[in-house]
């Protein structure tokens, strides 16, 4: 919506990777699954962990599993019929522990992948955690973009804040106890920087003519088309190409494939 009605984004391609989503859904298989012994194994029972990361293993950080799992896969080491995701194991722990320490992650295994993680390996793969890009702000998580000489300008009337807003206090990745930025201290001063700038029935300026038309339209260009092309197959093939060309390592090779598959799948 911000692109759209010409506003800059900042950062778009610093993306945290959680790498235990479960495949296709992208639904995420807690931290705690390996924390309370689950592990990964690639297609040939191995218990690859070891190698990556020989003194923590599967309880490496994130980043360190999520890079992990994705050589495996583009070494030809994956699962399934595509070779493109990894397993995680928790059918070797007592099924009363896993009914006990994880239900939801059985329940959500269940849904998603179809799997009874009592007795099989749940298919799980990097998936996007966390943006840390977005419309660019200050600390007042009022949106900013540029004059003609490049300072700042305010954009009067949107806050931004969350994976929306990217106030740079993140980095390229975000860590764990910074998620609390975007509740306890952003969502605090989006609040109070609203309190102070605006006050309940003062007059807006007049919506021009046709407002939101564009946007209605734009929607039921998709909604009504008959084109050939199912769209759920599309999306498959653009999840998929993602998912391998874009995700945890960006190598020049990698992106001028996935930006010819795209094209290749958007025309």
């Given at each position: 919506m911000a692109l759209r009605a010409g506003i800059p984004m900042q950062d778009p391609e610093f993306i945290q990777f959680h790498p235990t989503g479960i495949y296709g859904s992208g639904c995420l298989m807690t931290e705690g699954?390996?924390?309370?012994?689950?592990?990964?194994?690639?297609?040939?029972?191995?218990?690859?962990?070891?190698?990556?990361?020989?003194?923590?293993?599967?309880?490496?950080?994130?980043?360190?599993?999520?890079?992990?799992m994705t050589m495996e896969i583009l070494e030809g080491r994956g699962v399934g019929p595509e070779a493109d995701h990894i397993y995680l194991h928790l059918n070797h722990l007592p099924a009363e522990t896993l009914m006990?320490?994880?239900?939801?992650?059985?329940e959500t295994a269940h849904i998603f992948a179809g799997v009874d993680g009592t007795k099989e390996p749940i298919p799980v793969i990097p998936t996007v955690h966390y943006n840390m890009g977005g419309i660019p702000t200050n600390y007042r998580t009022e949106s900013l973009t540029l004059n003609p000489d490049g300072s700042d300008k305010l954009i009067k009337g949107l806050l931004a804040s969350g994976e929306a807003g990217c106030a740079s206090v993140h980095g390229a990745n975000r860590l764990g106890a910074n998620s609390l930025l975007d509740l306890v201290i952003f969502g605090r001063a989006s609040a109070k920087a609203t309190a102070e700038d605006y006050k309940p029935g003062q007059t807006q300026k007049e919506l021009p003519a046709g407002a939101g038309e564009e946007a209605i339209a734009k929607l039921d260009r998709i909604r009504y088309s008959n084109g050939t092309e199912p769209t759920a197959r599309i999306r498959n093939q653009l999840q998929r190409t993602m998912q391998r060309n874009c995700a945890v390592f960006r190598k020049q090779d990698l992106l001028e494939e996935g930006c010819k598959k795209v094209t290749e799948i958007t025309t």
């Amino acid at each position: 919506m911000a692109l759209r009605a010409g506003i800059p984004m900042q950062d778009p391609e610093f993306i945290q990777f959680h790498p235990t989503g479960i495949y296709g859904s992208g639904c995420l298989m807690t931290e705690g699954c390996r924390g309370e012994g689950g592990i990964l194994r690639n297609a040939n029972g191995e218990r690859f962990m070891e190698r990556y990361a020989p003194t923590a293993k599967d309880l490496a950080s994130r980043d360190v599993v999520s890079r992990s799992m994705t050589m495996e896969i583009l070494e030809g080491r994956g699962v399934g019929p595509e070779a493109d995701h990894i397993y995680l194991h928790l059918n070797h722990l007592p099924a009363e522990t896993l009914m006990e320490r994880l239900p939801g992650i059985l329940e959500t295994a269940h849904i998603f992948a179809g799997v009874d993680g009592t007795k099989e390996p749940i298919p799980v793969i990097p998936t996007v955690h966390y943006n840390m890009g977005g419309i660019p702000t200050n600390y007042r998580t009022e949106s900013l973009t540029l004059n003609p000489d490049g300072s700042d300008k305010l954009i009067k009337g949107l806050l931004a804040s969350g994976e929306a807003g990217c106030a740079s206090v993140h980095g390229a990745n975000r860590l764990g106890a910074n998620s609390l930025l975007d509740l306890v201290i952003f969502g605090r001063a989006s609040a109070k920087a609203t309190a102070e700038d605006y006050k309940p029935g003062q007059t807006q300026k007049e919506l021009p003519a046709g407002a939101g038309e564009e946007a209605i339209a734009k929607l039921d260009r998709i909604r009504y088309s008959n084109g050939t092309e199912p769209t759920a197959r599309i999306r498959n093939q653009l999840q998929r190409t993602m998912q391998r060309n874009c995700a945890v390592f960006r190598k020049q090779d990698l992106l001028e494939e996935g930006c010819k598959k795209v094209t290749e799948i958007t025309t």
